[in-house]
């Protein structure tokens, strides 16, 4: 059987409960199935690092990501650290560097629970967002001036690049083509953005040529977000910037039933550096050391690792499980059950292993 050594980074807040959970999970599934072995080396990255050590990760973060053949994540930030400073201290320190240009967010409503946008039904949401994750909004650059003065200014530049643009369209579009209804929507805001977004444009109409079986349309991002509640069912892949995304995700999530079930892969798609896996979800203060966050995010982005790391039919087995139990009404406060992490953690592993002994 094939071995797979992850770095398991679970870092703040709930990411600990959860990716703790995940790790049972996968764990087990690999016990139960046999076809693989998988080891997770725990990388202790997060806020009680920084304060103990003044920095996010370690100097050699990159090389040391790159001795696993993937990592999972689960969320760094803090209730007493800027944002800014965790953000870009752990995660943004890895996604652009490491170029993980094509973060992949799934969205579809499972089983037992219902959409939480009125009047949809499950099968109304069965999105595919892919964004873009190594520049634009996210690039970095910029910086302040006359700090404390009245004219105090500050710079956010985002950066588009032929070569970033290019690669997540085709991605985009090679996404598409491989879902049955083929659609594929270019969402910018090239009207009032007039430069980088007027690229996104140009480049989606250029690379559709070699696609002539996907059908696609572009949508300015604010009309998208009204699409997105009226018109559910008329969109399939949707591909947009690294901000735009952001906030689409959120939303889509929370559409589709909740943010505690969406996952996400950072992926580098030449397969030159591994990719992460994390929960589209943050460290989620409110509900941290509750035990009631919603690990079903975090094991959906478990089963998409494996899923890339080339073990499909695990990740099947256990997004059936996941699926079995959301069925069986077993779910967190967020899809509007009763139980907690643990609850739903037993009982995914309850339902690995029942399926399997189904199956024998
Ligand atoms: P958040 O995603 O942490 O929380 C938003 C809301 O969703 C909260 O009400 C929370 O309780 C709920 N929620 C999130 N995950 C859930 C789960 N698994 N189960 C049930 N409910 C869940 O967003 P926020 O409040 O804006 O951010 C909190 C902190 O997390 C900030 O420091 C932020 O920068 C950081 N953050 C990190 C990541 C990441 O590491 N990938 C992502 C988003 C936010
Ligand atoms: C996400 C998060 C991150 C992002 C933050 C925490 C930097 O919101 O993964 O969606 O903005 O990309
Ligand atoms: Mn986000």
Redesign the pocket.
Known sequence: PHHYRIASIP?????IE?VSAAIEVVEKLSKVLGVFTIEFTHIPWGTEYYKQNGRYVSADVLDTLRGYDASL???????D?P?HI??WG??LAIRGPLQLYANVRPVRVFPGTTPYLRGAEAKDIDWLLVRENSEGEYAGHGGTSHIDQPWETATEVAIFTRVGIERIMRFAFEAAQRRPRKLLTVVTKSNSMRNGLVLWDKIAAEVSKDFPDVKWDKMLVDAMTIRMVTNPKSLDTIVGTNLHMDILS?LAAALAG????AP?SNLDPTRKNPSLF??????????TGKG???????FWSAAEMLDWLGEPGAAKYLITALENVCAAGIT???LGGNSTTKGVTDAVIKEIEKLHAAAA
């Open positions: 870092a703040d807040g709930i990411g959860v994540f689960g969320s760094v930030g803090a209730p650290v944002d965790s953000l752990l995660l959120d909740s943010i505690g079930i996400s994390e929960p589209v979800h943050g460290s989620a203060f409110d509900i009631i966050a919603n690990p079903i995010a975090t967190t406060p967020d």
